[in-house]
C-alpha cells in the first residue's frame, strides 16, 4: 500500500516536473519572439549566442526620385564628361538592388529659359526600363558650358521641384510616395538667394509635414573648410560650403569634385540613394570576442553570397515565401564582412557584405558588464 502511493507520488511529481519544462520552454520562445520584434519571423531553433540579441531590419526596397543638378558653367567640361563616362556604377548599383527609380537631370541655369530648372534631353525622365540609359545619361548630363559664373543649384532644384514645372515640363518626376534624392555637382558653391536652411526647408516640404526623412541631399563639390592648394589652382575649384551645409543637414553624401576616381564617388552616390543602412547601434556594450552577426533573409529572397558567410543555412524546404529561413552568419573581415566599432558601440558592414533589403540581422554577444 505504501508503495503504491509512493509510486502514485512519484509519479505525480514526474508530471508535474514535465509540466513545468514544458511551460518554461513556452515562455522561452515566447521570450524569443517577442525579442525579434518581427511578427513575420517563425522561431528557429538555430539562435545566436550569448546572453543578448539584438534585432534589427534592413531598410525596404525603395521607391526613389534622382534629380542631378549639375553646374553648367564654363569650367565644367571635364566633370561633366567623367560623369557621363562613369554614371554605370551609380546606374548599376540602382539597379541591382531591385529600386523602382526614375532619374532626371537639371542644371544650375537660373537665366536661360530652356533651363530654369526644366529636366533636359529628350528622354527626361530615366528609368530601368530604358533602353540604354547609360548612354541616354551621357547625353543628358552634358548640360553645356554657357552659364554664367553666379551657379544657381539651390533655385534650380526648387524651380524643377515646384508648380507649375511638375505639372509641365517636368510632369511625372516627382511621385508622391517616392524618396527623393537630390544630387548637387559644381566646382563653384552656390549662389541661390537666401539662406542655405530655407532651401532646407523647401525641399523637406516638397514631401508634407512629418516626411521630411524622405528628402536627402548629396554634393560633389569644392572640399570643405578648404580646397587642396592643386585642385584650387589646377581646375579653379572652390570650396562647396552651401552645398555641403545641406547635405549634412539632410545626412547625405559629400564628395569631393577634386577627386579624380568618379567611378568610386558614383558608386558610393549610388549606395547612398539607395538607402541601405551599414551602421547598427547595440543596445549594451559587448564583450568584442563573443559577437556573432547573423543575416537571415525570406525564403522568396535571392541569397546572400555563401562566400561572405562563415556558416550557412537555407531551412526553407517546404516553407513559405515569407518565412526567414535563409540564414548567414557573416564573416569579421574586410574588405567584405562586418568590424565592432568601440566609439558608436556599433556593427558597422564592409563592401558586398551590407544586409540587403529587407533582411533581419541579429547580434549575439556577452554583455560586458564591468562597462555598465
Not at 155 to 171: G, Q
Not at 266 to 275: H, I, K, R, Y
Not at 288 to 315: A, G, Q
Request: net charge negative; with cysteine.
Amino acid at each position: 500500500m505504501v508503495g503504491a502511493v509512493l509510486g502514485e507520488v512519484g509519479v505525480r511529481n514526474i508530471h508535474t516536473i514535465i509540466s513545468r519544462l514544458v511551460l518554461a520552454n513556452i515562455c522561452f520562445l515566447l521570450v524569443l519572439i517577442a525579442l525579434s520584434g518581427c511578427d513575420d519571423i517563425r522561431f528557429r531553433v538555430r539562435i545566436p549566442p550569448g546572453q543578448q540579441v539584438d534585432v534589427f531590419r534592413q531598410a525596404s526596397v525603395p521607391k526613389l526620385d534622382v534629380l542631378w543638378v549639375v553646374d553648367n558653367s564654363a569650367s565644367m567640361s571635364e566633370e561633366q564628361q567623367a560623369l557621363a563616362e562613369n554614371f554605370g556604377y551609380f546606374y548599376d548599383y540602382l539597379d541591382s538592388t531591385g529600386a523602382d527609380f526614375q532619374i532626371g537631370v537639371i542644371s544650375t541655369d537660373i537665366y536661360n529659359t530652356e533651363h530654369q530648372g526644366r529636366l533636359l534631353g529628350q528622354i527626361p525622365i530615366i528609368t530601368r526600363a530604358t533602353p540604354t540609359a547609360e548612354q541616354v545619361f551621357a547625353t543628358n548630363v552634358n548640360v553645356g558650358l554657357d552659364g554664367k559664373g553666379d551657379e544657381q543649384g539651390f533655385a534650380c532644384a526648387t524651380l524643377a521641384l515646384s508648380e507649375p514645372l511638375v505639372s509641365t515640363s517636368n510632369a511625372g518626376f516627382l511621385r508622391e510616395e517616392a524618396y527623393l534624392f537630390i544630387i548637387f555637382v559644381s566646382d563653384e558653391d552656390d549662389r541661390s538667394f537666401g539662406e542655405a536652411h530655407y532651401f532646407l526647408r523647401r525641399f523637406e516640404q516638397i514631401k508634407g509635414i512629418g516626411n521630411d526623412g524622405m528628402v536627402k541631399v548629396a554634393a560633389i563639390v569644392g572640399d570643405v573648410p578648404e580646397v587642396p592648394q592643386w585642385c584650387r589652382e589646377q581646375k579653379n575649384v572652390e570650396s562647396g560650403e552651401r552645398y555641403t551645409e545641406l547635405a549634412v543637414a539632410t545626412g547625405g553624401l559629400t564628395l569631393s569634385i577634386c577627386d579624380d576616381d568618379f567611378a568610386g564617388n558614383l558608386d558610393q552616390l549610388g549606395f547612398s540613394a539607395a538607402g541601405l543602412k551599414r551602421h547598427f547601434t547595440l543596445s549594451r556594450a559587448p564583450l568584442d570576442h563573443t559577437i556573432e552577426v547573423w543575416i537571415k533573409r525570406s525564403c522568396s529572397s535571392e541569397p546572400m553570397s555563401e562566400d561572405l558567410c562563415e556558416k550557412f543555412y537555407n531551412d526553407c524546404a517546404g516553407s513559405s515565401g515569407e518565412i526567414y529561413g535563409q540564414i548567414c552568419i557573416l564573416r569579421q573581415s574586410l574588405p567584405d564582412g562586418w568590424g565592432y566599432e568601440h566609439s558608436s558601440n556599433g556593427i558597422r558592414f564592409f563592401g558586398e557584405a551590407v544586409p540587403p533589403f529587407g533582411s533581419i540581422i541579429e547580434v549575439g554577444y556577452t554583455p560586458d558588464e564591468d562597462s555598465i
